[in-house]
Protein backbone atom coordinates (compact mmCIF):
# COMPACT_ATOMS: atom_id res chain seq x y z
CA UNK A 1 0.00 0.00 0.00
CA UNK A 2 1.15 3.63 -0.58
CA UNK A 3 1.83 6.10 1.89
CA UNK A 4 0.89 9.93 1.41
CA UNK A 5 2.60 13.11 3.89
CA UNK A 6 3.87 16.14 3.38
CA UNK A 7 0.58 18.43 3.46
CA UNK A 8 -0.18 21.15 5.72
CA UNK A 9 -1.52 24.62 5.34
CA UNK A 10 0.11 27.69 3.43
CA UNK A 11 -0.99 30.83 2.61
CA UNK A 12 -1.87 31.86 -1.19
CA UNK A 13 1.20 31.70 -3.54
CA UNK A 14 3.09 29.30 -0.97
CA UNK A 15 4.19 26.13 -2.15
CA UNK A 16 4.36 22.45 -0.43
CA UNK A 17 6.16 19.36 -1.03
CA UNK A 18 4.28 15.71 -0.84
CA UNK A 19 5.67 12.72 -1.02
CA UNK A 20 4.03 8.70 -1.88
CA UNK A 21 6.20 6.15 -0.25
CA UNK A 22 6.16 2.39 -0.62
CA UNK A 23 7.29 -0.57 0.26
CA UNK A 24 8.81 -1.81 -2.83
CA UNK A 25 10.91 -0.03 -5.51
CA UNK A 26 9.18 2.68 -7.52
CA UNK A 27 11.18 1.53 -10.41
CA UNK A 28 9.24 -1.88 -10.66
CA UNK A 29 5.95 0.05 -10.77
CA UNK A 30 4.18 1.16 -14.03
CA UNK A 31 2.79 4.30 -12.85
CA UNK A 32 2.36 6.69 -10.11
CA UNK A 33 -0.82 9.38 -10.09
CA UNK A 34 -1.66 11.42 -7.71
CA UNK A 35 -5.11 12.46 -6.95
CA UNK A 36 -6.92 15.02 -4.67
CA UNK A 37 -10.51 15.14 -3.44
CA UNK A 38 -12.14 18.11 -2.69
CA UNK A 39 -15.49 17.78 0.02
CA UNK A 40 -18.38 16.47 -1.57
CA UNK A 41 -16.13 15.20 -4.76
CA UNK A 42 -15.26 12.64 -6.46
CA UNK A 43 -11.24 12.25 -6.64
CA UNK A 44 -10.02 13.72 -9.76
CA UNK A 45 -5.74 13.06 -11.26
CA UNK A 46 -3.66 15.90 -10.72
CA UNK A 47 -0.30 14.38 -12.09
CA UNK A 48 0.87 11.24 -12.76
CA UNK A 49 4.58 9.85 -13.62
CA UNK A 50 5.96 6.50 -15.18
CA UNK A 51 9.13 5.88 -12.71
CA UNK A 52 10.83 3.93 -14.99
CA UNK A 53 10.91 6.69 -18.15
CA UNK A 54 10.07 10.11 -16.27
CA UNK A 55 7.33 10.53 -18.44
CA UNK A 56 4.65 12.80 -17.27
CA UNK A 57 1.14 13.85 -17.15
CA UNK A 58 -0.56 16.65 -15.85
CA UNK A 59 -3.92 17.76 -15.40
CA UNK A 60 -4.92 21.38 -16.89
CA UNK A 61 -5.58 23.16 -13.86
CA UNK A 62 -2.16 22.61 -12.51
CA UNK A 63 0.18 23.01 -15.67
CA UNK A 64 3.07 24.91 -14.49
CA UNK A 65 2.43 25.41 -10.98
CA UNK A 66 3.11 21.39 -10.00
CA UNK A 67 6.04 19.45 -10.78
CA UNK A 68 5.93 15.63 -10.07
CA UNK A 69 9.02 13.47 -9.77
CA UNK A 70 10.62 10.36 -8.38
CA UNK A 71 13.52 10.28 -5.68
CA UNK A 72 15.41 7.20 -6.00
CA UNK A 73 17.31 7.92 -3.04
CA UNK A 74 14.13 8.03 -0.83
CA UNK A 75 12.03 6.05 -2.80
CA UNK A 76 9.16 8.21 -3.11
CA UNK A 77 7.09 9.84 -5.71
CA UNK A 78 7.03 13.26 -4.65
CA UNK A 79 4.74 16.50 -5.76
CA UNK A 80 6.02 19.58 -5.49
CA UNK A 81 3.60 22.68 -5.62
CA UNK A 82 3.92 25.74 -6.22
CA UNK A 83 1.54 28.95 -6.71
CA UNK A 84 -0.77 27.09 -4.66
CA UNK A 85 -4.11 28.50 -4.81
CA UNK A 86 -7.27 28.43 -2.63
CA UNK A 87 -8.84 25.82 -4.83
CA UNK A 88 -6.16 23.74 -4.28
CA UNK A 89 -7.28 22.91 -1.27
CA UNK A 90 -8.09 19.35 -0.66
CA UNK A 91 -7.36 15.86 0.57
CA UNK A 92 -4.45 14.80 -1.82
CA UNK A 93 -3.44 10.95 -2.62
CA UNK A 94 -1.32 8.11 -4.46
CA UNK A 95 -2.01 5.68 -6.64
CA UNK A 96 -0.43 2.70 -8.61
CA UNK A 97 -2.64 3.52 -11.47
CA UNK A 98 -2.10 4.91 -15.13
CA UNK A 99 -4.35 7.79 -16.08
CA UNK A 100 -5.93 11.05 -14.92
CA UNK A 101 -9.32 10.07 -15.25
CA UNK A 102 -11.76 8.61 -12.67
CA UNK A 103 -14.20 5.96 -12.91
CA UNK A 104 -15.45 2.48 -11.39
CA UNK A 105 -12.15 1.21 -10.04
CA UNK A 106 -11.98 3.96 -7.47
CA UNK A 107 -15.00 2.44 -5.28
CA UNK A 108 -12.74 -0.79 -4.96
CA UNK A 109 -9.14 0.41 -4.86
CA UNK A 110 -7.39 0.33 -1.62
CA UNK A 111 -6.55 4.03 -1.08
CA UNK A 112 -4.14 5.45 1.93
CA UNK A 113 -5.25 7.90 4.30
CA UNK A 114 -3.94 10.69 2.05
CA UNK A 115 -2.67 14.07 3.17
CA UNK A 116 -4.51 17.28 3.90
CA UNK A 117 -3.61 20.60 1.77
CA UNK A 118 -5.02 23.56 3.24
CA UNK A 119 -4.61 27.20 1.10
CA UNK A 120 -5.76 30.31 2.69
CA UNK A 121 -6.25 33.33 1.61
Known amino acids: QLREYGGGSVQDGGSLRLSCSAA????????ITWFRQFPGKEREGVAL????????LYHDSVKGRFTISQDRARNTVDLQMNSLKPEDTGMYYC????????????????WGQGTQVTVYS
Open 95 to 110: AAVCGLNGGSWMDTYS
Open 24 to 31: TYFDSWTC
Open 49 to 56: INPGTSST
